[in-house]
């Protein structure tokens, strides 16, 4: 079985959600005060100022999602939105080619599906990954 998902997107991710929920608390306190007649943020207004920091916190995270996973059955395909299994019969090839972002899957029909869990940004562990995707496809074509 074969497992992956992106590291270093995920710590980005994070430490992009984090610098996001400080600024816009920030800013939310910061407009909260002021002298008499000048434009105020209310309580109301702070707190949809928060709740927007964290609706935007949301929408980078849902980049942590994608993973790979792959059995003898074939490959598990969760990208940003929706998961995808793709038997090892419609599989043609495994690729990570130079100076591609992620790995792919070419199928049979010459369709190609991004694998937005095996980043080439993770170095080694995504080398690995795609080395032991294509030993499963390589056992699953030896199969009866």
């Given at each position: ?10 710590r ?8 996001v ?6 800013v ?24 927007l920091g ?29 998961e ?22 070419d ?18 562990r ?19």
């Amino acid at each position: 079985m074969v497992t992956s998902r992106p590291v270093t997107l995920t710590r980005v991710c994070w430490g992009v959600v984090a610098l996001v929920m400080v600024v816009f608390t920030a800013v939310a306190v910061a407009l909260g005060g002021g002298p008499a007649g000048a434009a105020q943020f209310r309580l109301p207004d702070q707190i949809a100022m928060v709740l927007l920091g964290a609706l935007l916190s949301c929408g980078v995270l849902s980049l942590t999602r994608a993973r790979v996973v792959a059995d003898a059955e074939g490959v598990r395909v969760r990208n940003v939105v929706g998961e995808r299994l793709f038997p090892w019969q419609v599989i043609r090839a495994v690729r990570l080619d130079d100076g591609a972002s992620w790995a792919s899957l070419d199928l049979q029909d010459d369709d190609t599906v991004a694998l937005l869990g095996i980043q080439s940004n993770d170095g080694e562990r995504s080398v690995e990954a795609v080395l032991a995707l294509r030993r499963l496809l390589a056992e699953s074509r030896k199969a009866p």
